[in-house]
């Protein structure tokens, strides 16, 4: 009988572990600085919490889905992303009427930060990783990862808002956050979509085993900036529109968080063996046990 299982993938080398680990620790520490910080320093602690979070989701992808899929993955996010910020801040399209203030966040090219466009790239490798942990299938996936960086956005947008980073010229958005037009996430759905989508073609014509069991870095990630930011905006920054976006981001990412931590749970409790279960596995294999 031919066995039709799939081979499990190969555990990766302890460096392949540990290299992408480097940049997400600094990254959490340069985020819990951040709150403890103003002026120059908290936008040095911004542009170095981007830079770390894409320096490690870059590593994790190269290591772990291969070279092709991480160079796609910075084009098709930052690369986007860029693109659609050019656009947005040019022609009003398709995020609403906005401008950035260029003289804080490092170099920019068409009064755009250039951080900016690696933020994409830093929120989207982690939810991606989630959402094809909890679907399979394509369709499912980029409404997954969709809905994943909408909720990234209800956190990050307001808190950038607040820190002057980037101003709006319309208001008329969601209760507590009004001054952030709805027309913002509209563009972001959209935008989030057409990157995932690439990201799932690109995925579906590999021939690369399953990697999700390995994909600790991004779903660690991903977990502290849902509860995390949910905790930072209630509790650490001031600014009182981040109470209701605490709120916003905490309930649009639990769409792809509460899932990931069943399916974590689910997970654990697979890899631990109950009291006796092997015990009573090798006494049902027993032929002295076997009646008749």
Same mark, same amino acid.
């Given at each position: ?10 555990? %990766?080398?302890? $460096?392949?572990?540990? &290299?992408?680990? =480097?940049?997400? /620790? *600094?990254?959490? @520490? ?86 900016? %466009?690696?933020? $994409?790239?830093?929120? &989207?490798?982690? =939810?991606?990783? /989630? *959402?094809?942990? @909890? ?99 209630? /509790? ?57």
């Amino acid at each position: 009988m031919t066995d039709t299982r799939v081979p499990a993938p190969p555990r %990766p080398a302890r $460096w392949q572990t540990i &290299l992408p680990i =480097v940049p997400a /620790v *600094a990254a959490v @520490l340069a985020q819990i600085a951040y709150p403890l910080t103003e002026g120059g320093a908290r936008d040095a602690a911004t542009v170095a919490v981007v830079t770390l979070l894409t320096a490690a989701c870059l590593v994790h992808a190269a290591l772990n889905r291969g070279l092709t899929f991480a160079v796609v993955l910075i084009v098709s996010s930052a690369g986007i992303g860029y693109l659609s910020e050019v656009v947005g801040t040019t022609t009003g399209y398709p995020y609403g009427c906005y401008s950035y203030v260029t003289d804080r966040l490092g170099p920019a090219a068409f009064d755009v930060p250039l951080v900016v %466009p690696l933020a $994409w790239s830093a929120g &989207l490798y982690p =939810v991606w990783c /989630v *959402a094809s942990r @909890l679907v399979r299938n394509g369709p499912g996936r980029v409404a997954a990862v969709t809905v994943g960086m909408l909720g990234w956005d209800l956190y990050l947008d307001p808190q950038m808002v607040a820190d002057g980073h980037w101003s709006w010229c319309n208001a008329g958005g969601l209760p507590g956050i009004e001054h952030i037009p709805l027309t913002n996430y509209a563009g972001w759905l959209l935008v989030a979509a057409i990157m995932a989508t690439v990201l799932v073609l690109v995925d579906s014509r590999s021939d690369r085993t399953d990697t999700s069991r390995h994909d600790a870095v991004p779903v660690v990630l991903f977990l502290w900036t849902w509860l995390g930011s949910a905790l930072a905006h209630s /509790v650490f920054l001031d600014a009182p529109e981040l109470r209701y976006s605490a709120v916003y981001g905490l309930v649009v990412m639990g769409v792809l968080g509460v899932p990931l931590l069943f399916s974590l749970v689910r997970s654990w409790r697979g890899s631990t063996p109950g009291p006796g279960r092997d015990e009573t596995r090798l006494a049902a294999s027993d032929p002295n046990n076997r009646r008749g």
